[in-house]
């Protein structure tokens, strides 16, 4: 039928989704053990963000005692231990995850979602419009992505949307690059041309057609950038290029104070950098399990 | 920690007691040390890059420490003594009768730099003279090219008397005038130097010649073979790096790649810690210095020019707990003269303005200035207010810690964290709300204090305020005959801004400075951060 969904393409209620849900989390977990791990540490950390109140047992901002609490080292009552002002530095942590996630998914839909956008339309166009869009891309990636975050960071300002927007940007090109391939190879197969022919119009066929068969490239590289993204905003709080302080930022709480007290209190560098560590592994190991999962030359491999 | 500062220069004593008269004082006694070895290029730093070579007009002593070496003064303060003034380029000098009349007598024979590095840069070679003094005073007098202008408001006449004579003449006695031109922004430049050339020319007296600068790298100077101090400078060089990072400045003095740890800065009681358990030999001295922060916002504009709010915010700030958290126990708290010297009001005094550590005395101010806010119309969480800072970490510890202790009476800040050149732009454009003074000053002396940052139009005060009855008091002080008839009117003068709150002191901050044990003829001994930067008998025992 002309214009139709292509045919492999199947609809499930979402009961029966959820009936297969199990078992395929059941193989997903056998066959990648690894991407499970990393995605409960995905799931461990948003739910600390989205719960980071009741979590935390002081507020991120909070000079405890009025200070005199300073440089504490990791004890029951304070299990990371304190800052130089006071500051529990297990509830900065707990909060940090809420900036972390929050731009690191942001900026990842901001940054694919344009990228893929760009690469559909672009590609599709083909000719004149695709070279000059590519090689506007091409321009892009050729600088290193954090001095383009850093320029645009001093263009707009620091805030958490204009983090948002910078760390999103450089995920454009990548983005863009992969889902091109895909839309090159189906904009070209038979149900593409027979929905032209049916006289389809372009925008029915870019996302009614094209677009739904870019989504596993897509999700592998969204994956793939969410663990760059967090590292690039926890860099760019690290060079002051992040949220103001006193918000807690994991990038943030490596710069200044704790570079100076790193002898004299370890923790207080060492608690946020575990923090990063942690989560972009976590992602890291997701993105690659997705990856495998969705790209039919790696499917099966480990 | 403080520092005894109570002993006045005497000669300013005698400059300005009447009853001495002085025909022709005599010289300054001079006193110096030698050079031990001759040689070597010192190494040092400063945490920011520079805006231009004009230290006149710029706010930051950072201009003053690179460029320092290159310039003398008429005066300059002793390597070695404290507060002690000694003459620089002025042979003697002497006052009239009155006070009024400053003439003095200038070396013969002091030569502005010469040689290859100097080569093009007017006023390369010539013989200093009066007119050179003349410009370079004039210069800073001058409003529209220069900061420190309030030093010198009281001169009515500068002139060249012969070549090597200048005459100063003054609208009212002025018993900090020795010190104001002993400071390091009083250096003497070449009258061949149009004004505004001094942003990208250096070229002085001074031990050391200028030799470049490169952004991001640091400055380099050379010595000075024709300098008329002889068998000086001792180093053949000044090598001064840019060390944004304070914990890689650290390092680097830690592994013997600097050998003076920067001349203001970067060495708090938690590196004087780690130096003293790592490298006992490392010096480090840590006095409370001329410098301290506060805050301010435009007293033409709401809600600082509601002195209710002023107030509630000097109420709420537990200075005490400033010192133990920010200070690390370091520091001092006071009024708006330094609470160690004699211009500062009495202790008790000083209490009843700034507080106690007593925790009951805490909460009851605080109680009191919630009730001051509710009654200028503020309800706890309706003032929110934007707070300008530099991006530096030392500069953001106190405007975080007084952000909480504003929450704590419900006044939100939120912190609006700036480079250093948005920061002086919107500053010096007036876009802010409430923005940290981070002032310092050379000299402990009320007229410098107050010159530069409190005074009707003065460079640095940014609230804006402007007091007449001050100013006349201003004016009264620096009139008087002797330090004991100045200390009533300057406590007068304290008592006024405690009072009126155009800024709140926060805290006075110690600050140490950290140096190799081979670094010899160095000692902590300036008042300020840039008055001893010359560093001409200093050697290098390695």
């Not at chain 1, 504490?72 to 942590?93: A, C, F, K």
């Not at chain 2, 919107?426 to 107050?450: E, H, K, M």
Request: net charge negative; hydrophobic share 45%.
């Amino acid at each position: 039928m002309p214009g139709s969904t292509p045919a492999y393409a199947t609809h499930r209620s979402w009961g029966e989704r959820l009936r297969l849900f199990g078992p395929a989390l059941v193989r997903f977990v056998r066959s990648k053990p690894l991407g499970a791990v990393g995605g409960l540490i995905v799931i461990v950390m948003f739910l600390v963000a989205v719960f980071a109140p009741w979590l935390a047992p002081y507020s991120p901002e909070e000079f405890i005692d009025g200070g005199s609490a300073r440089l504490h080292p990791p004890s029951w009552d304070y299990p990371m231990g304190t800052d130089n002002l006071g500051r529990d530095i297990l509830s900065r942590v707990i909060y940090g995850a809420q900036l972390s996630m929050l731009v690191g998914l942001l900026s990842t839909l901001f940054g694919t979602g344009l990228g893929a956008l760009v690469a559909l339309f672009s590609t599709y166009a083909g000719g004149r419009w695709d070279l000059i869009v590519q090689r506007l891309m091409d321009i892009l990636w050729s600088f290193p992505s954090l001095i383009i975050a850093v320029v645009i960071i001093a263009v707009l300002g620091r805030s958490t949307s204009n983090l948002v927007v910078a760390i999103g940007i450089v995920v454009i090109p990548s983005t863009a690059r992969v889902v091109r391939s895909t839309v090159l190879a189906v904009k070209e197969t038979e149900y593409v041309q027979a929905a032209r022919a049916a006289g389809a119009s372009h925008l029915r066929i870019i996302f009614r057609h094209v677009a739904p068969n870019c989504v596993a490239p897509y999700i592998v590289i969204a994956t793939a950038s969410l663990g760059g993204a967090i590292i690039t905003e926890a860099s760019l709080s690290f060079l002051g290029l992040g949220v103001p302080p006193p918000a807690p930022s994991w990038g943030r709480d490596l710069f200044g104070s704790a570079q100076k007290f790193a002898e004299l209190a370890p923790w207080m560098p060492i608690m946020p950098g575990i923090a990063i560590s942690v989560t972009v592994y976590g992602f890291n190991l997701f993105g690659d399990a997705i990856r495998d999962l969705l790209d039919p030359r790696l499917r099966g491999s480990r | 920690m403080k520092q005894n500062q109570r002993d006045r220069p005497k000669h300013l004593l005698a400059a300005s007691v009447l009853a001495l008269a002085v025909a022709a004082a005599p010289a300054l006694a001079e006193d110096q040390r030698a050079c031990g070895k001759y040689g070597g290029v010192l190494t040092t730093h400063a945490g920011e890059d520079l805006v231009n070579f004009d230290f006149h007009q710029q706010p930051t002593v950072r201009t003053q420490q690179r460029v320092g070496g290159s310039y003398n003064r008429l005066f300059r303060f002793s390597f070695y003594e404290k507060g002690k003034i000694v003459n620089d380029l002025a042979e003697s000098y002497s006052v009239s009768d009155d006070g009024l009349v400053y003439t003095i007598k200038l070396r013969d024979g002091v030569k502005f730099h010469c040689g290859d590095l100097a080569e093009g840069r007017p006023g390369a070679c010539t013989d200093l003279d009066a007119a050179d003094v003349v410009w370079s005073i004039d210069k800073i007098r001058n409003k529209n090219f220069s900061r420190r202008a309030g030093y010198f408001t009281a001169i009515s006449e500068l002139e060249a008397v012969d070549r090597l004579t200048v005459r100063i003449t003054l609208s009212q006695a002025d018993a900090g005038l020795i010190s104001k031109l002993a400071v390091g922004w009083a250096g003497i430049f070449p009258s061949e130097l149009p004004w505004d050339r001094l942003k990208d020319t250096v070229i002085g007296t001074g031990p050391f010649i200028w030799k470049e600068y490169v952004t991001g790298a640091g400055s380099t100077t050379v010595r000075n073979p024709d300098y008329y101090r002889e068998g000086y400078p001792c180093l053949d060089g000044v090598r001064n790096f840019v060390f944004k990072d304070p914990t890689v400045a650290l390092a680097n003095l830690r592994a013997e790649k600097l050998d003076i740890n920067s001349f203001m800065q970067y060495i708090y009681p938690a590196d004087a810690k780690l130096l003293a358990e790592k490298h006992p030999d490392i010096k480090v001295s840590l006095p409370a210095r001329l410098w301290w922060h506060s805050i301010a916002g435009k007293v033409d504009e709401a809600p600082w020019s509601d002195k209710r709010v002023r107030q509630a915010f000097s109420l709420a700030i537990d200075r005490h707990k400033a010192i133990e958290v920010l200070g690390e126990g370091a520091g001092a708290i006071g009024g708006y003269m330094p609470p160690w010297s004699k211009w500062s009001l009495p202790a008790d005094e000083l209490a009843e303005q700034i507080g106690t550590a007593d925790p009951a005395m805490v909460e009851a101010r605080r109680e009191k200035a919630r009730a001051l806010l509710a009654d200028a119309g503020y309800a706890p969480g309706s003032l929110q207010l934007g707070w300008l800072t530099l991006d530096t970490p030392e500069s953001l510890l106190t405007p975080q810690f007084v952000q909480e202790q504003l929450r704590l009476i419900g006044v939100e800040i939120n912190l609006e964290v700036s480079d250093r050149g948005t920061f002086t732009q919107r500053r010096d454009s007036g876009d802010f709300q409430l923005i940290t003074t981070s002032n310092a000053a050379g000299v402990l002396d009320p007229s410098i204090f107050y010159a530069d940052y409190l005074i009707c139009g003065a460079s640095s005060n940014e609230s804006g305020w402007c007091n007449p009855e001050f100013d006349a008091l201003y004016a009264r002080q620096l009139s008087a005959r002797s330090d004991e008839e100045r200390v009533p009117v300057v406590h007068e003068m304290e008592r006024m801004l405690f009072d009126e709150l155009p800024q709140v002191q926060v805290r006075w901050i110690a600050e140490g400075m950290a140096w190799q044990p081979w670094v010899m003829n160095w000692e902590d001994v300036d008042p300020g951060y840039y008055n001893n930067v010359t560093l001409e008998e200093v050697w290098l025992d390695k």
